[in-house]
């Protein structure tokens, strides 16, 4: 059973457009929501995380909107560059089930020059 | 800073053998996850370790199982090899444990590969 469900699975955007990754979950236990960038051959580095007592975090181009009654949880990347193409993952824990880190399947971004 | 290091990079086995991978954790960092990378399915947790002590495991058979040495740096074991065990093994690190908040730095990862 997929804990937290992501979409879509592939996105393709222009250079400078908006980049929209979306993601929803069931349990409300959850209370910690990072979002994790992935390049080929590398490990996830974490990008942005949101705690549910904000709507919203923004650090530089990079915005998490978080929507507590809908389960819901979306990252946008503003003026997306060719640089950002990469796999991203949400992400969702609580101290629960100690720490585990619950991972979407994941959005192969392209950024098109 | 040092981060999260982990080897092999890529392994080749075959089905029924066994295979060790290793992870060191980013200096001072206590806590050391495990997780595979199948193709399609994201990230799916395996263990978690801190202070030397096994404390949550995924939902994955027995013959997957490790331990975190007194350095804090652990292996991964898991035996009996099938076809579907291939997949990248992550392993992350992170300075507390069972604070949800914590934030997870991943290694580049073993890539195993089960023929």
């Known amino acids: 059973q997929q804990q937290v469900k992501q979409s879509p699975q592939s996105l393709i955007v222009q250079k400078g457009g908006i980049s929209i990754i979306n993601c929803a979950y069931e349990n409300t236990a959850f209370d910690y929501f990072p979002w994790y960038q992935q390049f080929p051959g590398k490990g996830p580095a974490l990008l942005i995380a949101i705690r549910p007592d904000v709507s919203e975090k923004k650090e530089g181009r990079f915005t998490i909107s978080f929507n507590k009654s809908a389960k819901q949880f979306s990252l946008h990347i503003m003026d997306s560059q060719p640089g950002d193409s990469a796999t991203y993952f949400c992400a969702a824990s609580t101290r629960i089930t100690g720490n585990q880190f619950y991972f979407g399947t994941g959005t192969s971004l392209t950024v098109i020059p | 800073e040092a981060g999260v290091t982990q080897s092999p990079t890529h392994l080749i086995k075959t089905r029924g053998q066994q295979v060790t991978l290793r992870c060191s954790p980013i200096?001072?960092?206590?806590?050391v996850y495990w997780y595979q990378q199948a193709l399609g399915l994201g990230l799916q947790f395996l263990l978690w370790?801190?202070?030397?002590?096994?404390?949550n495991r995924g939902n994955f058979p027995p013959r997957f199982s490790g331990r975190q040495f007194p350095n804090y740096s652990s292996e991964l074991n898991v035996n009996a090899l099938e076809l579907e065990d291939s997949a990248l093994y992550l392993c992350?690190?992170?300075?507390?444990?069972?604070?949800?908040?914590?934030?997870?730095?991943f290694g580049p990862g073993t890539r195993l590969t089960v023929l």
């Open positions: 370790y801190d202070e030397g002590e096994e404390r």
């Open positions: 200096s001072g960092h206590t806590s």
């Open positions: 992350a690190s992170s300075s507390y444990g069972g604070i949800s908040t914590d934030t997870q730095y």
